[in-house]
């Protein structure tokens, strides 16, 4: 049974990904996919014991106890003919308010990833990763934190973030020091958000009739002006530090935005490059490019070294 690790990220179509997933678990399965999303693996699901805290380590007894329960539960798919198992969870990387208050992108990933993996206890055949541009992830994680109960950030930890040197290619090679077998594949924030079905396609590598995606289906947006708003308010807190106005919320300078761009484009162009032959990046083609055929649609509802860059790229 091939293992697919969806790691998300968080604010780059993970949701949607997931959507889709659910709404045709039942066809998927037909075809041997198998789906273990956050329904199943949080809380007191499969992952139980596995999310780290502040220190970024699983407990030695976390991943004891968790693992018979997966070794099972991995069992009894390969039973039900499950064939290729696509496990999606971001929060295996930390957490958008761990981002925020560490001001830097997924900084203790590769040690919350290695309590996830040892408990797996099996190898990991093939890792996702969306890459969203910095300028609009940071913005949506902003967005998306202040809603779910973190203060409004300060013009010093604008600048933090703006200028922290960590990107994806620092998430890449994380990912890749701590599952050195598996196949990295990345994808562009638009690839999930508007054609799961197309990406899922690609992934799995078959000649497969695969249910196709409603069209300009995105769950979980950030919030916008108003939503902000309504939640501070909510909360009694004061949302003077908010503009004026209606739409989505930018915190940042156009200084600020221009040297996240500027990184990301650092990121796409190392990736284009061969990634340090780490990861590919995966572009986008039509379900029938991909080789697949859909069926009719339906109506459904630890932080290492930073200083090196671009000139040090392989």
Same mark, same amino acid.
């Given at each position: 049974?091939?293992?697919? #690790?969806?790691? $998300?990220? =968080? ?6 990904? =997931? ?11 037909? #075809? ?21 805290? *502040? ?13 018979? !329960? ?6 009894? %798919? +390969?039973?039900?003919?499950?064939? !290729?198992?696509?496990?999606? &969870?971001?929060?295996?990387? $930390? ?18 990833? &290695? ?43 604008? &600048?933090?973030?703006?200028?922290? &040197? ?44 695969? *249910? ?48 996240? %761009? ?21 572009? +986008? ?20 070294? =930073?200083? !090196?860059?671009? $000139? =040090?790229?392989?």
């Amino acid at each position: 049974m091939q293992i697919i #690790l969806h790691l $998300g990220a =968080q604010r780059s179509a993970t949701t949607s990904f =997931q959507h889709y997933m659910r709404s045709h678990a039942e066809r998927l399965s037909a #075809l041997g996919v198998g789906f273990w999303g956050p329904g199943r693996l949080r809380g007191t699901g499969l992952f139980e014991g596995l999310y780290a805290g *502040p220190s970024g380590r699983v407990s030695a007894a976390a991943i004891a106890k968790a693992k018979p !329960r997966l070794a099972a539960a991995l069992d009894g %798919a +390969r039973a039900r003919g499950v064939r !290729r198992l696509v496990i999606s &969870e971001e929060n295996m990387l $930390g957490s958008v308010k761990g981002n925020i208050r560490h001001r830097a992108l997924y900084p203790d990933c590769a040690t919350r990833l &290695e309590g996830f993996a040892a408990a797996l206890g099996c190898p990991v055949d093939m890792i996702l990763l969306g890459l969203r541009p910095l300028p609009d992830y940071w913005t949506s994680a902003l967005a998306y934190g202040v809603k779910r109960g973190c203060a409004l950030p300060s013009a010093a930890a604008l &600048e933090a973030i703006s200028a922290s &040197e960590r990107s994806w290619r620092d998430v890449v090679c994380d990912i890749a020091a701590v599952m050195p077998g598996a196949q990295i594949e990345l994808h562009r924030f638009a690839d999930f958000a508007d054609a799961p079905d197309v990406r899922l396609a690609q992934v799995l590598g078959a000649d497969l009739r695969l *249910p196709q995606a409603s069209a300009g289906l995105r769950k979980n947006e950030a919030p916008d002006l108003a939503a902000l708003r309504g939640a501070l308010g909510a909360r009694g807190a004061r949302p003077a530090g908010l503009p004026e106005g209606e739409g989505r919320w930018q915190p940042f300078s156009q200084d600020q935005i221009a040297a996240l %761009a500027e990184r990301y484009s650092d990121d796409i162009f190392w990736c284009a490059a061969g990634a340090g032959a780490l990861a590919k990046l995966i572009e +986008r083609k039509t379900l029938e490019e991909a080789g697949r055929h859909p069926l009719p649609a339906e109506r459904r509802g630890h932080i290492h070294d =930073q200083a !090196r860059r671009m $000139g =040090q790229a392989s």
